[in-house]
């Protein structure tokens, strides 16, 4: 049974394992190097600190995947927006894992007030553009060659939910 929780530094070793085969392998995140586990460590202390979660999908002590919320950028008129990250183990993709890491990170970001979600997508990246369209997010933008990896050039697309209840408004 895959079970959805919160992650713990015991977790950060398979965390990292994942994002570095994403690195390594696809264009859905735009590093070219690996990851350390120092790197990884000061992002979870990171998150701790702002109060934003990571969850991971779980099966049998193995970790499938993990979903978190990060800020957006830095000033202080952000404060209200996250931006969102979902990533599933090569060996688990396909499996409804992703559908499984959604709505915690949807759910917490409503819990802590804030007004919308981004996500930053490679435009050819259709299963996660899709899972993100099924949860309610919505294309917003669409950039042309902002990257450059494996010798070609690659679009980003950003797609956003909006939370009408977000505490900006009150
Ligand atoms: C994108 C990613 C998070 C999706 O998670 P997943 O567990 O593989 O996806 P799920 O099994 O939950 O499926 C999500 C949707 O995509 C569809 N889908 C999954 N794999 C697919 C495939 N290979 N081709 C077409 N559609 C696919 C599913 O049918 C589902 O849509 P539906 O609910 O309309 O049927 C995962 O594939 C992944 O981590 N990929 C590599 C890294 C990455 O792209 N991260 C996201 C960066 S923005």
Request: charged share 20%.
């Amino acid at each position: 049974m895959i079970t959805v929780r919160h992650a713990t530094e015991n977790d950060l070793p398979q965390i990292l394992a994942i994002y570095n085969e994403i690195i390594e392998n696809t264009t859905a995140v735009y590093y070219y190097e690996p990851h350390t586990l120092d790197m990884r460590r000061q992002w979870f202390e990171e998150r701790k600190q702002l109060g934003l979660p990571v969850f991971v999908a779980e099966e049998a002590g193995v970790v499938l995947g993990m979903s978190t919320i990060g800020p957006f950028r830095v000033p202080t008129a952000y404060k209200y927006c996250v931006e969102n990250t979902v990533h599933v183990a090569a060996q688990a993709r396909g499996r409804g894992v992703g559908k499984l890491l959604m709505p915690p990170i949807i759910e917490a970001a409503r819990q802590l007030g804030m007004h919308t979600i981004v996500a930053g997508i490679d435009a050819e990246n259709e299963v996660s553009i899709r899972l993100h369209k099924n949860f309610g997010f919505e294309e917003v933008a669409h950039f042309k060659e902002v990257g450059f990896k494996f010798d070609r050039w690659l679009d980003l697309k950003f797609l956003q939910l909006l939370l009408p209840a977000g505490a900006g408004r009150t």
